[in-house]
């Protein structure tokens, strides 16, 4: 019967039915919206990161302040089992990364020569998806993949030779020819314009370094546990080797994401609030245009209770209704959004490659985010819902027959 | 005849530490099973007090009621709604019924809040609509009835909890002569035909004629309580 009431009452002004449940729709529409603006551009900013430097690595303790080779360490199969023991740990990548100035015939540009074992970089750099033209190399090849912000600089192009000369191992000078197998395109400006891939043996051989590492890339399993990861691991591993955590490696980017969330929950208070008064508004007409009502219905033997969880139960119907709307409606636009990213005119791209973001506007379709606002939502309409409920609780019957409650 | 309630020493003051209005003033009264009784008294009077009083619908300032054996008077909130729901029928000025609800669902809403069977609850919302002259009106919604159906509706409602008694507040205060003589000659027959108690409060002289009992009240105080034969 409270029910009935209840599903009954949303039709009695079905303008402010219609009203308050659009507004919780809007608020749900935009709220979803921004979220996933920003999700989708911290997914990004993260991926462009995580792409290279890994969730977390492994690495001479003192390689991050300084990483010349003398910070490079000699990998040991105990080391390696013992990482790979970690239940959040389900891979390892081995690199050895070290500065060079790469040259073309007439230009010269200072580059970083990283050696990687293709295979294990499938979940990382995962080059295949990311070659941009020619192919990748293979683990006995002297071949080189260039980053194509690099490979544009030198005025190179597959089938070239990249000349590469600096400084290896115990100060032994590095120099070698590399014929050009493929060309790999990021998303990362800083990235894309200094990158040098060689197969590991390769590059060890070129610095001098045979059998050394600068760094295990780890493949995390669960992302959410990374950096209780690396804290387990610091306390595992040989002393004078450290786990760190992209956050850690590059708190720019962690920096950056912090702030910008901030601000961003900032906007949404605001959101929710104009929506939130906008609904309290239509309630509290509502409300006084029922206090005769509720006295009427009190004073026939209605107990208060009852009359409450009418009340609850109507801002359940159109909370629900709302949100979910609020749902339906954004999820297109933003699966449209997802698979068609917003680049940005040339002006902003500009701006936004001297900042070392890409100039795109990515989405993402992270399901927390439609939970987290939906349920935001939700309870603020619930909790707003809370004012003829209170009403309720102090009505004195006598006043409100009389009109003057 | 068995008395049903009993009033004694009945104070009701507003504002007692401001500006005191003593609403109602030792008041002394008792009603009878199957009485038909008009209280009386022009605006301002204390009639509303009054029967607000004895309905439990609000504190007296001092005295008792006492409705089967039981001072109204000591009870809580919650007791209260309880003894209302069981023991006393209402009919406001206006506005009675719920406006999302039809007649039928009106009247039988008090039956749902009692809890009584399905079986019963339809037979009396049947019974109670036709006994009011709407036998043919059960499905629509208050604002498609004339205010003078309304309150016949309210008065089925007030019956529907099988009360001891009915209080009704200027019940034809916003009807037209014609809706009021019928919801009076319905009263009347419910009063004669079931024994039901009724008391309403007017300032209509053409109500009070219908009244077997009036209580005449003035400033709070009851000036004349006069019985017809
Ligand atoms: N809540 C209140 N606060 C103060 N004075 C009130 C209140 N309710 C009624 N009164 C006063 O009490 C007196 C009796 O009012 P009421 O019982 O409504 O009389 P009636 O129903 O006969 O018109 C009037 O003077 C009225 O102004
Ligand atoms: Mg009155």
Redesign the pocket.
């Known amino acids: 019967m409270l029910g009935t009431l209840a599903y009954r009452n949303l039709f009695r002004n079905k303008r402010r039915t219609l009203i308050t449940a659009a507004s919780i729709l809007f608020a749900v529409f935009f709220a979803l919206l921004m979220r996933s603006l920003q999700y989708g551009a911290y997914e990004n900013m993260i991926k462009n990161v995580t792409f290279y430097y890994g969730y977390a690595q492994v690495h001479h303790k003192d390689y991050w302040k300084e990483s010349s080779f003398d910070n490079t360490f000699e990998p040991s199969a105990d080391l390696e089992s013992q990482l790979l023991r970690h239940s959040n740990v389900s891979g390892l990548a081995p690199r050895i990364e070290g500065f060079a100035l790469a040259a073309s015939e007439s230009i010269t540009k200072a580059a970083m020569v990283t050696g990687v074992e293709i295979e294990e970089e499938e979940k990382l750099i995962n080059f295949e998806s990311k070659i941009r033209s020619g192919r990748t190399f293979r683990k006995d090849e002297k071949q080189a993949i260039l980053s194509s912000g690099l490979a544009n600089f030198l005025h190179l192009e597959v089938g070239d030779t990249l000349v590469l000369l600096g400084q290896g191992y115990q100060g032994q000078s590095a120099a070698g020819k590399y014929p050009i197998c493929g060309i790999v395109e990021f998303g990362a400006p800083q990235l894309n314009s200094r990158l040098v891939f060689l197969p590991l043996l390769e590059a060890q051989s070129l610095f001098a370094a045979e059998g050394r590492l600068s760094s295990y890339i780890l493949d995390v399993e669960n992302v959410r546990r990374n950096d209780d990861t690396a804290i387990e691991l610091k306390n595992e591993i040989p002393e004078e080797l450290t786990a760190m955590t992209w956050k850690e490696m590059v708190p720019q980017i962690a920096q950056v994401i912090e702030a910008d969330n901030a601000i961003g929950m900032i906007a949404l208070t605001i959101l929710y609030l104009i929506i939130g008064f906008g609904i309290f508004g239509t309630i509290l007409m509502m409300t006084r245009e029922r206090i005769y009502e509720f006295g009427v219905l009190i004073s026939i033997g209605m107990k208060r209770w009852k009359l409450m969880s009418v009340m609850l139960m109507e801002a359940f119907f159109i909370a629900t209704i709302g949100v979910i709307m609020g749902i339906i409606l954004a999820y297109p636009v933003l699966l449209y959004f997802y698979f068609n990213p917003i680049y940005l005119g040339s002006d902003l791209a500009n701006l936004s490659q001297k900042y070392d973001v890409e100039p795109v506007l990515h989405f993402s379709l992270n399901p927390e985010i439609f939970l987290t606002q939906g349920a935001y939502v939700f309870l603020i309409a619930i909790i707003i819902s809370f004012y003829p409920i209170y009403k309720i609780s102090k009505l004195k019957v006598?006043?409100a027959l009389?009109g003057?409650e | 005849m068995k008395e049903i309630i009993q009033i004694r020493k009945l104070n009701k003051t507003?504002?007692p530490d401001t500006v005191p209005?003593h609403?109602v003033r030792d008041i002394n009264l008792t009603i009878c099973e199957g009485e038909f009784t008009a209280i009386v008294?022009?605006?301002?009077?204390?009639?509303?007090?009054?029967l607000n009083l004895l309905g439990g619908l609000d504190n007296a300032s001092s005295g008792e009621v006492i409705i089967d054996n039981t001072n109204i008077m000591e009870m809580d909130e919650n007791d209260l709604i309880n003894f209302r729901l069981q023991n006393i029928g209402f009919v406001f000025q206006a506005y009675n019924l719920i406006p999302v609800l039809s007649a039928k669902e009106n009247v039988e809403f008090i039956m749902l809040l009692q809890d009584r069977p399905k079986k019963e609850r339809e037979e009396r919302v049947k019974s109670l609509l036709t006994a009011v002259g709407l036998g043919d009106r059960l499905d629509s919604r208050p604002t498609e009835l004339s205010g003078g159906q309304q309150q016949r509706v309210a008065v089925a409602r007030a019956l529907a909890s099988k009360p001891k008694f009915v209080l009704a507040?200027?019940p034809t205060a916003n009807l037209d002569t014609q809706s009021a003589e019928t919801l009076l000659d319905i009263m009347e027959r419910l009063n004669k035909e079931e024994g039901m108690t009724f008391l309403f409060?007017t300032?209509d002289q053409r109500v009070v004629n219908r009244a077997r009992r009036v209580v005449n009240?003035v400033d709070?105080s009851i000036e004349s309580d006069i019985r017809k034969e």
């Open positions: 006598v006043k009389r003057t | 507003y504002n209005v609403a008294g022009p605006s301002g009077s204390g009639k509303s007090t009054l507040d200027e409060s300032h009240l709070g």
